[in-house]
């Protein structure tokens, strides 16, 4: 039986250009160590629901991504985190958006799959049921990085809300799908947003069927991209219905939604996906997309550019 996963770690303006060697090798590094955990994981017999948390936590821990630690800065100074995670065997999922020192978004949303009869939970209540459940939280200077606060000060000063970079377009959201050995398939999606936020703006990435949807009888999907562009598509739930409905493989929804129906309403971003016999996909119409694939009959690989798809 095959198994393994996908990873991304957001889409965007990425270029050979704007990287450096030493980040490079750091974003490697990182991306490797998720692939690596969760694989592990997925060898010794957990389900895909505890590997996908465990490549996102990874990820969510790294002040390299917007999630979790990384996360960017909000209008108010603050950080407000989207999460989200379903399952394909029984359509379990759960979800969050505002939670602000809840160190994992991903362990809060897998926290409500597992133990609440509601889907979603938002702001202070997300967090009363995270306390209940014993979820660690960190003080807000844990939060805190460099990079991101300089972001958040240009764009006060410019008045601008933009994902994760405006020059440099970037959205540094993470996100997992996973296949364990008994067949089943789940995926899970983490954000801090979009830069200087108001109004209690909520992604795609908080969203079941906008940036994260699971069915065995399909896929699962993570998304990343333009939040607004990819809630209106219902892009994760889309690319299942292509599947189921249409008829289409893994690949073909892939292409049709991320190459035709997000390019005609300008959507940029990507996403990952996988079914329930180990194929998958990860395409993105942006010039890149972090990400990685380590599946039980294929070298690990990792990469940012258009290289391989
Ligand atoms: N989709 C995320 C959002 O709109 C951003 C991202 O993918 O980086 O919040």
Redesign the pocket.
């Known amino acids: 039986m095959k198994y393994g996963l996908v990873i991304h770690g ?3 303006t990425i270029l050979p250009s704007a990287m450096t060697p030493e980040l490079e090798k750091e974003y490697k590094f990182c991306l490797q160590k998720s692939l690596d955990e969760a694989y592990q994981s997925l060898e010794m017999g957990s389900n895909a629901t505890d590997a996908v948390c465990i490549a996102i936590q990874v990820m969510e821990d790294s002040p390299l991504f ?1 999630a979790g630690r990384g996360s960017v800065y909000t209008h108010d100074g603050t950080h407000d985190m ?1 999460a989200s995670i379903m399952r394909g065997d029984d359509l379990e999922a759960g979800a969050i958006s505002g939670s602000k020192t809840v160190r994992n978004p991903i362990l809060l949303a897998k926290a409500i799959l597992l133990h609440s009869s509601h889907v979603y939970l938002t702001g202070t209540g997300a967090e009363d049921f995270a306390r209940e459940h014993n979820l660690k939280f960190e003080d807000e200077t844990f939060f805190h990085t460099e990079f991101r606060y300089r972001q958040y000060q240009h764009a006060l000063q410019t008045d601008e809300v933009f ?2 970079h405006s020059d440099q377009k ?4 993470v996100g997992c799908v996973a296949l364990d050995k008994f067949g089943n398939i789940c995926a899970g999606t983490s ?4 830069t200087n936020k108001k109004y209690g703006r ?4 908080a969203l079941i069927g906008a ?1 994260t949807y699971a069915n065995n009888k399909t896929c699962a999907v993570s ?6 562009y ?1 809630i209106r598509a219902v892009s994760a739930y889309e690319m299942s219905a292509l599947m189921e409905y249409k008829g289409l493989n893994i690949k073909e929804a892939g292409q049709e939604l991320i190459h035709k129906k997000m390019v005609d309403i300008g959507g940029e ?1 990507g996403l990952i996906a996988m079914d329930c016999n180990g194929n998958y996909c990860l395409p993105f119409n942006s010039a890149g997309m972090y990400r990685g694939v380590k599946m039980s009959d294929e070298k690990a690989k990792v990469g940012f550019y258009k290289d391989w798809l």
């Open positions: 957001g889409a965007g917007n989207d994902l994760d970037k959205f540094g959201t954000t801090g947003g979009m909520v992604g795609d990435s940036g998304c990343t991209g333009d939040g607004e990819f971003g």
